[in-house]
């Protein structure tokens, strides 16, 4: 019996000694990522934390400051609450848009038309080009003097009246220069990684569904409000998140294209957030306006998850 003991004890032993091993070398592996996230991602956080309570420029002396730069953000800069209502608004129109606009453009590439996969690239490749080359070409587009959507306008107007129609100076024009830089965003978004995504969602999608809501008498419109909304509900949920983690903190249309003008219509909080840090090298005030986004961030999407326990179906959960 002792002699069984031993023997089956064994097998365990060098298991467990093989385990060991597979797991020093998966920590071996993971460890040039595991030294870069601490190094380059929460060390620089945590040190932009303590430095919200402080005051320090750039080549300057450190001084303790306590809450004076986070009462100074809600109290005392004037850009502050200007910068977040306009990214508000940005993000209340820019997300919208292209979640819907990705999902109407996945929906059509998935009806099996000739092409597709040539159409899937068109659609695809506005994601591909750089951001600020795109804002560039947009601004070129969207010129007010010699831009080509001005000259459609005139010569349609020309055409229709005889006289043509002069076009709005988008990015000179505080009333226009918003609007021109949602519509940058917009078309970034809307081919880009959310259309894939939604994509592929809509092609899980069992057409026995669609086929016994055919049969019950379910027209086109009801078929994708009680099939393909229901069962695409986690997909949508998951790119909306996305969506509004990313456009609330673009940068680049407004740094690139109107560096927050004209007369500070454009001024988005990421380009606030850019100014204060590294234009006026008010490390300590930059950071305090970085974490107040981030927090800002964090609470926006506990509240999505909060929300999306009722409007979520999950076919795995039954619900």
């Known amino acids: 019996m002792a002699a069984t ?116 690239t068109v659609f695809f490749m506005p994601h591909l080009v750089p951001t600020i080359a795109a804002v560039y070409i947009w601004v070129y587009l969207l010129n007010g003097q010699f831009g080509i959507f001005n000259e459609i306008l005139f010569q349609i107007g020309y055409r229709l009246t005889g006289t043509g129609i002069i076009g709005p100076n988008y990015f000179g024009d505080t009333r226009w220069a918003l609007p021109g830089l949602m519509a940058i965003a917009i078309w970034g978004q809307i081919g880009g990684n959310m259309m894939v995504i939604f994509l592929a969602g809509l092609q899980g999608i069992p057409q026995e ?48 294209g109107t560096r927050g003008g004209p007369a500070y219509s454009t001024w988005l909080y990421s380009l606030h957030v850019y100014n204060q840090t590294f234009e006026y090298s008010d490390m300590a005030y930059g950071s305090t306006l970085a974490w107040i986004m981030f927090i800002a961030l964090s609470v926006f999407t506990y509240m999505q998850f909060r929300a999306s326990r009722d409007l979520v179906y999950y076919a795995g959960e039954g619900r």
Not at 217 to 240: D, E, Y
Request: glycine share 8%.
């Open 5 to 120: 003991a031993v023997t089956s004890a064994r097998p365990l032993t060098a298991k467990g000694t093989l385990r060991r091993e597979e797991m020093l070398w998966a920590y071996a592996f993971l460890a040039p990522w595991i030294v870069g996230l601490v190094v380059f991602i929460f060390g620089p956080m945590l040190f932009s934390l303590v430095l919200s309570f402080f005051n320090y420029t750039l080549g300057g002396e450190y001084s303790f400051a306590g809450l004076d730069n986070w009462i100074k953000a809600f109290t005392k800069d004037e850009f502050f609450w200007g910068s977040v209502g306009r990214t508000a608004l940005f993000t209340a129109v820019v997300v919208p848009i292209s979640v819907f606009g990705a999902l109407g453009t996945a929906m059509l590439l998935n009806q099996g038309l000739r092409l597709t996969t040539f159409y899937r």
């Open 209 to 256: 569904l669609y086929e016994a809501a055919s049969i019950d008498g379910a027209g086109a419109w009801r078929r994708f409000w009680n099939v393909t909304l229901p069962m695409i509900s986690p997909t949508m949920f998951f790119n909306s998140v996305l969506a509004c983690v990313t456009v609330i903190q673009s940068f680049e249309v407004a740094f690139v």
